[in-house]
């Protein structure tokens, strides 16, 4: 079975621009969630999306956005950026909402410059 | 939002020693007790898990137990080896919310000197 995968693994923007970024679970779960990853701050969490529908959203500003396709297939935006935008972003698929067991992907290191 | 620290945050044995790495939350409602190890330059991984309705659960040489009352759980390494240098990360869960949405504790990082 694939694992979750996550594109692009690596990309620079500068400030002000905005960035996407892709996940495609693992077939089968319908739950995807985001964390950023930053040695400041660690893992924090940023949404979590279940049939399309987003079903919960963590502390970050409105510049982080999400969607859930029909495949279940997520991405992630953030426009406007700013250099402490710089981190790894990691996708995360489960089965369901609230079973906890998370399956990451390699994530997509951004760099803000 | 829950409230979460680990300690100690770096920890370092000698190859074959034991490992602890304690975990404690605030919210009383957590009810999923996972670790995760994250190796350097990979993703984190889930090692084990237990929920709350147990108090230790054990696979080969890691095991976790919980205390709810004290709202902390542990992550115990036996005979560690090389392999098990990581860090590591407990992510309490509030299931009844019926969202994945973990919070992370700060890390561990574990170096097992050979």
């Known amino acids: 079975k694939a694992g979750v995968t996550q594109t692009p693994r690596y990309l620079i923007k500068t400030r002000g621009q905005q960035v996407t970024l892709s996940c495609s679970p693992i077939s089968g779960h319908r739950s995807v969630s985001w964390y950023q990853q930053t040695p400041g701050q660690g893992l924090q969490f940023l949404f979590e999306y279940f049939s399309e529908t987003q079903r919960n959203k963590g502390n970050f500003p409105g510049r982080f956005s999400g969607r859930q396709f029909s495949n279940s297939r997520s991405e992630m935006n953030v426009s406007t950026l700013e250099l402490g935008d710089s981190a790894l972003y990691l996708c995360?698929?489960?089965?369901?909402?609230?079973?906890?067991?998370?399956?990451f992907g390699e994530g997509s290191r951004l760099t803000v410059l | 939002g829950e409230n979460v620290e680990q300690h100690p945050s770096t920890l370092s044995v000698q190859e074959g020693d034991s490992a602890v790495i304690k975990c404690t939350y605030s919210d009383s409602a957590s009810n999923y007790f996972p670790w995760y190890k994250q190796e350097l330059g990979k993703r984190p991984q889930l090692i084990i898990d237990?929920?709350?309705?147990?108090g230790e659960k054990k696979d080969q040489r890691i095991a976790v137990t919980l205390n709810k009352t004290a709202k902390h759980f542990s992550l115990h390494i036996t005979e560690t080896q090389p392999e098990d240098s990581a860090v590591y990360f407990c992510a309490p869960l509030r299931g009844q919310t019926g969202a994945n949405n973990l919070f992370f504790g700060t890390g561990t990082r574990l170096t097992v000197i050979p």
């Open positions: 237990i929920r709350s309705n147990v």
């Open positions: 995360a698929s489960s089965p369901g909402p609230g079973t906890g067991e998370l399956f």
